[in-house]
Nanobody
């Protein structure tokens, strides 16, 4: 089993910044691709950004140039630096990670952290 614990959400004014963190713990061989997704009220969960173990990144068009995803493999932790925040970034942000356990890959989700951007 893998536990993902997010932190760093909160309330910020438009134009401000927040940094989210997500640490993976438990029994696993490796943590592979990690990423962030978000879900706004009344909308489906959508990809924000992902990062492979080797550092390759992928971003949603809506956050390119404003958000930066990074990770510390030694700490099994992924970060999301969010700058120039907009009210439309308001959502619950979920951490996601793929883990290899006994030669099989499993997908895990955190419980989410609320990000609210006021205008």
């Amino acid at each position: 089993q893998v536990q993902l614990v997010e932190s760093g959400g909160g309330l910020v004014q438009a134009g401000g910044s927040l940094r989210l963190s997500c640490a993976a713990s438990g029994r696993f061989f490796s943590i592979n691709t990690m990423g962030w997704y978000r879900q706004a009220p009344g909308k489906q969960r959508e990809l924000v950004a992902t990062i492979t173990r080797g550092g390759s990144t992928n971003y949603a068009d809506s956050v390119k140039g404003r958000f930066t995803v990074s990770r510390d493999n030694a700490k099994n932790t992924v970060y999301l630096q969010m700058n120039s925040l907009k009210p439309e970034d308001t959502a619950i942000y979920y951490c996601n990670a793929g883990a290899t356990i006994l030669k099989s890959e499993y997908d895990y989700w955190g419980r989410g952290t609320q990000v609210t951007v006021s205008s």
